[in-house]
């Protein structure tokens, strides 16, 4: 993931990679609230973000980054490596703001993603959601992973691989 936020002439503008998730309908879109002073622009590429800061501030330094999984919870087993995730059927599940974004890190550990569930950033579980996410990742023979702050907010023995990531440049 690479991203950079910056002020234009007192407005805020923020440049993030976009991970192609179909709520972009041009390559650059941007979105702003009705009379705020900040603009989110989704690019899909850090080359990208690199030339729309040429055009607006181009003595601004940028860094790239990107999350990578730095470990997995796997349960009745505990903490794995992240490698535990290659070639591992997945059933991804989350409440994040772009889950395009979970879905491609697990895919760059090389987890099959057998199917998703994606609800609202911040997204507070029911039982019932729970159930129907284990029920549709053993139909479909993955096991269920989620984000570290998905994690918290589900019960205890919940039986849900959780995956922390880091950030490296």
């Known amino acids: 993931h690479c991203g950079r ?6 407005r805020k503008v923020f440049l993030s990679k976009s991970f192609n998730d179909g709520s972009d309908g041009l390559p650059v879109s941007q979105r702003r609230t009705p009379g705020s002073r900040f603009v989110l622009a989704f690019v899909h590429s850090c080359a990208d973000i690199e030339r729309q800061l040429d055009g ?16 997995v919870f ?52 029911a ?4 159930s129907e996410i284990v029920e549709r990742a053993a139909a479909a023979s993955a096991v269920p992973v989620t984000t570290a702050k998905d994690a918290v907010k589900l019960p205890d023995g919940a039986g849900v691989w959780v995956v922390e990531v880091a950030v490296e440049p």
């Open 5 to 10: 936020a910056f002020d234009v002439g007192g």
């Open 56 to 71: 607006v501030a181009p003595k601004l330094q940028v860094f790239v980054s990107r999350l990578r999984p730095s470990r």
């Open 74 to 125: 796997v349960p009745d087993d505990g903490w794995k490596e992240s490698d535990v995730l290659e070639g591992r059927r997945v059933f991804a599940f989350a409440g994040i703001g772009r889950p395009g974004g979970f879905e491609a890190t697990l895919g760059d550990a090389g987890a099959e993603i057998a199917g998703t569930r994606w609800f609202p950033d911040h997204h507070t579980y």
């Open 127 to 130: 039982d019932n959601q729970l």
